[in-house]
């Protein structure tokens, strides 16, 4: 998946180049945008093809409007938000099909450097359908495809698979940097390669495992899904989270890692409650103390520092899953001490999207990462080694 072609590779001067992005931002109460971190993203590869004197519409989904125009799913503050970030007047065609008579009117008079930006493609049930339809009809308005929305490319829908069978189709820069550093980093990483899984539940993640078992030197296990673990090694677990039917796997798993070698790293010590509360009572305790009426809700300060050690000898770090309740400040300590680890740290630190990505955004080390990932769910699809439909219908190189 690394051998595709993007933006950089082609010639769109003069060219009506129709992108997909992602501005599925969030919408307060009001319609206002309560945050363009995804409008900002997309920046690069938009001022780069305007630049390179492109003629560009932009297409994206917003929320679950259920395949119906829904004026609390349009795209039109959107349109405003990134005008005001460009800098640059942003037409809105704002036909409740998408593809109707401001789009085709807008789109047949433009000038080079050109932005306009559909309406909402989930407007259209066949988005999510793939139907071959609305695929022809986007297609109609562009001469080149251009996918720039890694949050979406693990999904086959018209606007990141179905335009395909219409145009010639190139990654944008978003697209590009997600696959050379995550794909690159698992499929040529500099070693030692250190991943770090946490979150809630191990069959959420059971693909990874397995795929990161194949390719990393160690594994570190924190979060939720740790103590199915713990469990599976045979100590009890009070009333963590606990996935009963998941046990064997984890033995499996624990197996498969001393047969491949990997040092695979569970927490030493947890801290405990008795209810999921951020202001419960809470104490530290060691894996083998936890009391039959307590829950694990963080990793303890010894875990930390373990865990802190194999991430300071890796030369190549994945993050994906927080440590533990994070959203408790009671409960986030793990969760940022691995952050800081990683943010000290002169590896390659990637983090997949999510919770971890919002997680070290929050405590204010986004910059200090390599990559934070634009895509939870295709992220780690990607940690999964799957191949994401988005991505493997762009052009070879
Ligand atoms: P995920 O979406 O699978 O990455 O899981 C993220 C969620 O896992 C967050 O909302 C955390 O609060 C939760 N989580 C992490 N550790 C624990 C834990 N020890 N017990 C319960 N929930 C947890």
Redesign the pocket.
């Known amino acids: 998946m690394l051998n595709k072609k993007s933006v950089r590779d082609i010639d769109v001067k003069g060219k009506k180049v129709i992108m997909r992005v992602d501005f599925n931002v969030p919408l307060d109460e009001n319609g206002n945008i309560s945050d363009n971190t995804r409008i900002i993203a997309a920046l690069p590869t938009i001022n780069y093809l305007i630049d390179q004197g492109a003629k560009l519409i932009l297409m994206s989904h917003l929320g679950r409007p259920k395949g119906e125009a829904n004026p609390k799913y349009s795209l039109e503050p959107v349109a405003q938000g990134l005008a005001d970030a460009l800098g640059k007047e942003v037409t809105f065609a704002s036909d409740d099909i998408v593809v109707g008579e401001s789009a085709k009117e807008a789109t047949a008079e433009m000038k080079d450097g050109d932005v306009i930006l559909l309406q909402n493609v989930r407007y259209r049930k066949e988005e999510t359908k793939n139907g071959e339809n609305f695929s022809q009809e986007l297609a109609s308005l562009g001469e080149i495809f251009v996918n720039d929305a890694f949050g979406t490319a693990h999904r086959a829908h018209s606007s990141t698979v179905g335009i395909t069978q219409f145009l010639p189709a190139y990654g944008g820069l978003l697209i590009e940097k997600e696959l050379r550093v995550m794909g690159g980093a698992i499929e040529n990483p500099e070693r030692p390669f250190a991943a770090i899984l946490?979150?809630?539940?191990v069959s959420?993640k059971i693909g990874v495992i397995n795929n990161l078992l194949e390719k990393v030197d160690s594994l570190i296990i924190g979060?939720?899904m740790a103590y199915t673990f713990l469990k599976a090694q045979g100590y009890e677990v009070g009333t963590?989270?606990l996935e009963e039917d998941k046990i064997g796997l984890a033995k499996e798993l624990l197996h498969k890692a001393r047969e491949k070698s990997v040092e695979l790293l569970l927490p030493k010590d947890v801290v405990i409650a008795k209810e999921f509360k951020a202001d419960a009572e809470h104490r530290t305790v060691s894996i083998d103390q936890i009391p039959a009426d307590y829950?694990?809700?963080?990793i303890g300060e010894e875990t930390q520092q373990a865990f802190k050690k194999t991430i300071e000898k890796a030369k190549t770090v994945v993050w994906n899953?927080?440590?533990?309740?994070?959203?408790m400040p009671a409960f986030a300590k793990g969760t940022r001490a691995i952050a800081e680890a990683l943010a000290d740290s002169d590896a390659t630190t990637i983090i997949g999207g999510?919770?971890s990505a919002a997680a070290v955004k929050q405590l204010g080390y986004g910059d200090k990462m390599t990559h934070i990932s634009t895509g939870g769910g295709a992220s780690l699809e990607l940690l999964e080694g799957k191949n994401l439909p988005g991505i493997e219908v762009l052009e070879d190189k």
């Open positions: 946490g979150g809630a539940k959420d979060g939720g963590s989270l829950m694990g809700l963080d899953g927080p440590m533990g309740v994070f959203e999510g919770d």
